[in-house]
T-cell receptor, first 113, second 113 residues
Framework: DTGVSQDPRHKITKRGQNVTFRCDPI?????LYWYRQTLGQGPEFLTY????????KSRLLSDRFSAERPKGSFSTLEIQRTEQGDSAMYLC???????????FGSGTRLTVV | DQQVKQNSPSLSVQEGRISILNCDYT??????FLWYKKYPAEGPTFLIS?????DKNEDGRFTVFLNKSAKHLSLHIVPSQPGDSAVYFC????????????FGQGTRLTINP
């Protein structure tokens, strides 16, 4: 499978716990994005990497959220001290340089109980 | 402030007929628009895009129309097929070099046999 891969597909965690998600982009794509989608809404932009550099962060990305892409390949998104409002689908996407056409993974569904 | 709006949460169309999905936007700085399709438990899949310098783009059964003066775009699917049943999102990008997409809330399209 050469698409964008996300792990895990589902995560249930207790409020206050930390969680980490992983995204493996399409191998030749140098741009990587994280989005969050809640029920009945479209995806909302969280952050963007070009290679290993994090170039843009949304104000939605509070201090409890951190994303990394240490070697310009896979990326991780960590949420510390999870809250019930963090329950959502977290989508990763990647693209090549050029016209913006991100390819999305299947997402990680987070449920905070 | 919802900059991209899809005012129809759902649409039902008979197989073989034309499906028209609509999207309105408020930000006149948007210069590139995309449509994505999403099946349950999958990430959004890119369908078609259009630059603001054009008013129409066609790809097989899918055509996107852009009316900049009305800040309105639409996706036409003809003929509609059962496999087109999905949630459709329009998205927009603001300006040269921007990497953030702003999505609408989505329209659930159901194709009836």
């Amino acid at each position: 499978d050469t698409g964008v891969s996300q792990d895990p597909r589902h995560k249930i965690t207790k409020r206050g716990q930390n969680v980490t998600f992983r995204c493996d982009p399409i191998s030749e794509h140098n741009r990587l994005y994280w989005y969050r989608q809640t029920l009945g809404q479209g995806p909302e932009f969280l952050t963007y990497f070009q290679n290993e550099a994090q170039l843009e962060k949304s104000r939605l990305l509070s201090d409890r959220f951190s994303a990394e892409r240490p070697k310009g390949s896979f990326s991780t998104l960590e949420i510390q001290r999870t809250e019930q409002g963090d329950s959502a689908m977290y989508l990763c996407a990647s693209s090549l340089q050029g016209p913006l056409t991100p390819f999305f993974g299947s997402g990680t569904r987070l449920t905070v109980v | 402030d919802q900059q991209v709006k899809q005012n129809s949460p759902s649409l039902s169309v008979q197989e073989g007929r034309i499906s028209i999905l609509n999207c309105d936007y408020t930000n006149s700085m948007f210069d590139y628009f995309l449509w994505y399709k999403k099946y349950p438990a999958e990430g959004p899949t890119f369908l078609i895009s259009i630059s603001s310098i054009k008013d129409k783009n066609e790809d097989g059964r899918f055509t996107v129309f852009l009316n900049k003066s009305a800040k309105h775009l639409s996706l036409h699917i003809v003929p509609s097929q059962p496999g087109d049943s999905a949630v459709y999102f329009c998205a927009a990008k603001e300006g040269e070099g921007a990497q953030k997409l702003v999505f609408g809330q989505g329209t659930r399209l159901t194709i009836n046999p």
